[in-house]
């Protein structure tokens, strides 16, 4: 049976193909991701979001790079890493938990963002209301 953390980091990847899918008939195009989270993320995370992207044709090192970014706890180093993926140009940016969504949609309104395992009413107030695609209780997307 597939555990919780598992199954979000695998809905995470379920979220980003739909960006990356709409730019599927460049040949050719390796796409980037930005993943952001304040604490190294846990393994089970790592590994479902992987087999997920996997599952959709996305091989990391093939056709899709993950830049992977993240604090030793601190919330106040998120926005100077959500910059860094922004200047390195990735396509979208996957926010494990509601600092990194926040200091991602704080650093940036051109990438698309994509956020897992957030409980936050925050996260569906002020300007850009965040959307739950796949209806599930903690992901969305701005």
């Given at each position: 049976m597939i555990d919780r953390r598992t199954f979000l980091a695998g809905a995470g990847a379920v979220l980003l193909a739909a960006p990356l899918a709409a730019g599927a008939q460049q040949a050719g195009k390796v796409y980037r991701i930005g993943f952001l989270r304040a604490g190294p993320p846990p393994r089970t995370y790592v590994e479902g979001f992987q087999?997920?992207?996997r599952a959709r044709g996305y091989i990391e090192g093939v056709n899709v790079v993950i830049e992977y970014r993240s604090t030793?706890?601190?919330?106040?180093?998120?926005?100077?890493?959500?910059?860094?993926?922004v200047?390195?140009?990735?396509?979208?940016?996957?926010a494990s938990a509601a600092p990194a969504a926040f200091a991602a949609r704080s650093t940036t309104t051109k990438v698309p963002i994509v956020f897992v395992a957030v409980y936050d009413r925050a996260m569906h107030s002020g300007?850009?209301?965040?959307?739950?695609?796949?209806?599930?209780?903690?992901?969305?997307?701005?």
């Open positions: 087999q997920g992207l030793e706890g601190s919330f106040d180093e998120l926005p100077h890493l959500a910059a860094e993926l200047r390195f140009h990735v396509d979208v940016i996957l300007g850009r209301r965040a959307e739950c695609r796949l209806g599930l209780p903690g992901a969305g997307s701005w």
